[in-house]
């Protein structure tokens, strides 16, 4: 099989988080009963109009912003021509050759999903255009039911340069604009919801050749788990095809999960006419530098940022940055915590392998975490004090998740405070040498190694709760005099 | 005690209710029973719920009593062109494909008209979602002109036009795309306003064109056109391409101002292409008389150019059917509306519901419009149209630097015969004078001047005003009103 190089572009859909739709004032909400956040105009009854959303166009704005775009101080709406039934007029308002943010970028890095590296590097952001999303249908045995609900609500679409070369880096991409969308309050991205859909755009050549290859389409693509097989899947198609002397043709595919494989959609022959033009019934958008400038300062501090932040005050390793920052409420949980510590990478430690197993294990969020940041931070520096040692430490965490109680005071209740008081433990390293004569003799012998056997005795008659750098000053004391 | 309403107007309603002399429930009896009478022959409504109409007239009544009406106005009926929508009743576009479509709400002036009092009164007969100059077009029935029932009202406005030429109502609301309210209004002898673009919410209207799109008054005079723009217009939240502030209110007291006084220190231009071409013997003297009148009152006439005018016919249907296209493209019977019944599959229902729901005019716009917005075609059509409707508007702009207000004929000819316009290029032609202003934006007005000598069939003049010029378009349409040599306008019917 020759080796091709491939060629990546991303359309993705955001829904966008505001409270009524983009033309009327219904709600913009998920899973209620079918039909029933519907009025006149999201039906597309004779003689409504449109009504634009603001909250709307500054999202879209504020998403620019945040993916490096230029936002143009014109702007307008346009019909998108074509029939079928999720269309209540059968046109889509849509935005054509002026959208609202251009030219943005999005950065990548660190490991990929199968596990390798990926290039550190931008990918390009080519447009973000703001629409109305169309009725959702569901197909029911013979007939079709339609649900208005989903008709109108806002919707961007973000489209990417075809700047990406393995489905490492399109599943990066996806993962790191979802990232974007949810840390400014844009979209919660949830792909079960179709709050965010994506279609590919794929194309393969041999290495060297500046002309791009025939471009196929992919459609239902319903998680980035997916994106990453499918084109994986089209990869291996089209390079036997071409291995084989064949010429693709231009053409939508889509995705059959369940089988693993793309099957055909329709060609470039049957492909649309949208007839776009400027929609008379709403104005253009014209925007000045100063509200500009106003979205500017209202923007959240983005993941990248934050995990440069992390890495440079914190003191993570890049890896910890990232998992840290995967979720907004994650990164604001750590970062709240990690100021009150002096060990932030402590911090980062105990969330990355105890709290997260923790919230899987119990299937909560993060936000509704029992554990909260201050007592997470606090229990990190009752270690550092000495107050309790890291075994303690792990019942006094398992405590804090059960209860939501701070970690002094179930330290407190439970008596597990670490004795550090030679008084206290000699004792304790008294009895454990008495009881185990043949460890002596081997420590004697030369064998070092045999002071942990002694630690962990000493550990069990104190139950847990000695100062373990107390309790090898004793043993060594002892059994080198 | 019965009223004779058939030559009554707003204004003298609005009179007689404060009066006392008349109850709102006795005035819609005499409108409903005028219909009763006449509309066998006119048949300009396709539907008149008296039921309805008497119960608002009866809590105008109760209003009036207890010394709360809503308005000078309360209890006087309008008639609503079948595009402009009134909660609980059809609105049919005069085409079979909206036939059982009940609408949900009320357009933007339907709640205006109400909430000062006035009781929308029927559904008026149109060509079919406002595609035509004669209302032949309808799906449903040929409104004939009350002037000579051989002859078409006009339109796409007819029913509307030939309603209030009838006195079957006092006023009307129509729409006016290219010519839709004026010519309809010329052609029954009636006063008809095509408000500036943006001046009157099109929330409510069925769109044909959007961005041409406007609705306006049929009256018997300037006064009643004036008191239903003062209640009308004004600006609207839900339709976005309404103008922000317009100084909307005070027609009617422009109107009551300019009554008694000269045209001294008016200009008026008379645009040559307007004169250069093929208006019938009949319009050129009734336009001719008309300046006369007015040079007689102190108005200054001067001669001015709209260079741009021959290519406006051509623009306009550019234009129009490419936004048309689309804004017909939701009627196909899945949400509601008649869907075909006989269809197998979904294109099915979409070619069966749409082709036996449009007539051939409705089809041959959609047409022709989405042919001009198709791919490859595009920059030739559409967006070469768009260009030469800035030159047109252009055109007015400088002409509104040398006068303050244009006058010209509203139609190359009178009401022509049923089926005499049997080549729709030739109808399309009858739109020559109204369609620039639609293109242009601002603001026109159609005055009835004279009676054509041979056919006796009236002759309107137009009148067009720059954008926003309603108050002085008013004060001189009235002023010439009252001043023109033929005083009554009134069928035998």
């Given amino acids: ?481 | 005690m019965s009223i004779e309403v058939k030559t009554l107007t707003v204004a003298e309603a609005a009179a007689l209710l404060a009066a006392g002399k008349v109850t709102a429930a006795q005035l819609c009896r005499a409108y409903l029973d005028r219909v009763q009478t006449v509309d066998g022959s006119v048949k300009a409504f396709l539907k008149c719920d008296a039921e309805r109409i008497m119960a608002a007239a009866e809590a105008a009544d109760q209003r009036r009593a207890a010394g709360t009406p809503r308005s000078p106005y309360d209890g006087i009926p309008v008639g609503i062109k079948d595009c402009i929508v009134t909660a609980g009743e059809t609105c049919s576009c005069a085409s079979k494909i909206l036939a059982p479509v009940v609408s949900p709400y009320d357009a933007t002036v339907v709640a205006r008209l109400k909430a000062a009092g006035f009781i929308p009164m029927g559904r008026l007969n149109m060509d079919e979602f406002a595609m035509g100059s004669s209302t032949e077009n309808s799906a449903y029935q040929r409104t004939a002109n009350p002037w000579d029932i051989t002859r078409v009202p006009g339109g796409s406005s007819g029913g509307s036009a030939a309603a209030v030429a009838a006195g079957e109502v006092a006023v009307a609301l129509g729409s006016d795309t290219g010519g839709s309210i004026r010519q309809p209004a010329a052609f029954c002898g009636v006063v008809g306003v095509k408000p500036t673009y943006g001046r009157v919410s099109r929330y409510g209207l069925v769109a044909f064109a959007s961005s041409l799109d406007q609705i306006g008054p049929l009256a018997h005079t300037v006064e009643d056109a004036a008191i239903i723009l003062d209640t009308i217009g004004g600006h609207d939240p839900r339709d976005c391409t309404s103008l922000p502030e317009p100084d909307c209110g005070g027609l009617a007291a422009a109107v009551a101002a300019a009554r008694n006084g000269d045209l001294k220190g008016v200009k008026i231009g008379l645009p040559e292409e307007y004169f250069a071409s093929e208006s019938s013997a009949g319009v050129k003297a009734g336009v001719e008389a008309a300046i006369a009148v007015m040079k007689e009152l102190g108005a200054e006439f001067v001669s001015v150019s709209l260079p741009h005018t021959k290519y406006a016919v051509a623009t306009y249907y550019i234009i129009a059917t490419a936004e048309a296209s689309t804004n017909l493209a939701r009627f196909d019977g899945i949400r509601y509306g008649a869907r075909d019944q006989e269809a197998q599959d979904l294109t099915e229902v979409y070619f069966k519901t749409r082709g036996h729901g449009f007539g051939d005019e409705v089809k041959r716009r959609i047409i022709l419009g989405t042919y001009v917005l198709s791919s490859g075609y595009y920059d030739a059509f559409y967006l070469r149209a768009q260009k030469v409707r800035t030159l047109i508007r252009r055109d007015f702009e400088a002409a509104f630097r040398q006068c303050d207000l244009l006058l010209t004929p509203v139609t190359p000819t009178t009401a022509f015969r049923f089926g005499e316009k049997k080549d729709p290029l030739q109808m399309y032609l009858a739109d020559i004078y109204t369609i620039a202003l639609n293109l242009s934006g601002n603001c026109g007005i159609s005055i009835p001047a004279a009676l054509e000598a041979d056919s006796g069939m009236p002759v309107g003049i137009q009148l067009i005003g720059p954008a926003l010029a309603e108050k002085q378009l008013f004060a001189v349409a009235a002023r010439f009103e009252q001043a023109r040599k033929e005083q009554v306008f009134t069928p035998a019917l």
């Fill in chain 1, 1 to 481: 099989m020759a080796e091709y190089e491939v060629v990546i572009g991303l359309e993705v859909h955001v829904q966008i988080k505001t409270r009524s739709k983009m033309f009327c004032s219904c709600a913009n909400v998920f899973g209620a009963e079918p039909n029933t956040m519907v009025c006149p105009v999201c039906m597309g009854y004779p003689g409504v109009m449109p009504t634009p959303n603001h909250e709307a166009i500054r999202k879209t704005i504020m998403a620019g912003l945040m993916c490096d775009c230029d936002i143009p101080s014109y702007s307008k709406f346009d019909r998108k021509s074509y029939f079928y039934p999720d269309m209540p007029k059968n046109y889509q308002i849509s935005q054509y050759d002026l959208p609202l943010c251009l030219r943005g970028r999005i950065h990548i890095s660190g490991k990929g999903f199968s596990g390798e590296e990926l290039p550190d590097k931008y990918i390009g952001l080519t447009r973000i255009h703001l629409e109305e999303d169309v009725a959702k249908l569901n197909h029911l045995g013979r007939t079709s039911g339609v649900d208005f609900n989903r008709a109108g609500v806002p919707l961007m679409e973000c489209v990417s340069e075809p700047d990406m070369r393995s489905a490492d880096e399109a599943y990066a991409y996806l993962t790191a604009l979802k990232q974007i969308m949810q840390y400014g309050g844009i979209s919660d991205c949830d792909m079960e919801k179709g709050q965010m859909r994506c279609d590919v755009n794929i194309s393969l050549r041999p290495f060297g050749q500046k002309e791009f290859g025939t471009k196929i389409e992919l459609k239902n693509l319903n998680s980035f788990r997916a994106v990453h097989r499918a084109v994986n899947y089209e990869i291996a198609r089209q390079s036997e095809l071409l291995d084989a002397g064949e010429k693709l043709r231009q053409e939508t595919r889509g995705w059959n999960d369940d089988r693993g494989e793309t099957y055909l959609m329709r060609t470039k022959e049957q492909a649309h006419d949208y007839r776009y033009f400027p929609e008379p019934d709403l104005m253009p958008i014209t925007l000045d530098l100063k509200r500009v400038d106003e979205y500017r300062r209202q923007l959240p501090e983005l993941p990248e940022a934050m995990r440069r932040r992390f890495v440079a005050d914190y003191g993570l390793t890049p890896y910890d940055a990232q998992v840290l920052t995967m979720e907004k409420a994650l990164a604001e949980y750590y970062d709240c915590g990690a100021k009150l510590t002096k060990s932030p990478k402590t911090l980062a430690n105990w969330i990355i392998s105890d709290l997260l197993c923790e919230l899987s294990a119990s299937g909560q969020t993060i936000s509704a975490c029992p554990v909260t940041p201050e007592h997470l931070a606090a229990m990190i520096d009752m270690i550092d004090a000495g107050a309790i040692n890291n075994r303690i430490a792990k019942t006094v965490f398992a405590e804090m998740a059960s209860s939501g109680k701070p970690p002094r005071q179930i330290v407190a209740e439970k008596g597990l405070a670490q004795v550090s008081d030679e008084g206290a433990v000699i004792p304790l390293v008294e009895q454990a040498i008495a009881a185990n004569a043949p460890q002596v003799q081997q420590y004697r012998e030369g064998n070092e190694k045999v002071v942990q056997y002694f630690v962990g005795q000493v550990m069990k008659l104190s139950r847990g709760k000695a100062n373990p750098q107390l309790v090898i000053k004793l043993l060594k004391e002892r059994l080198d005099g």
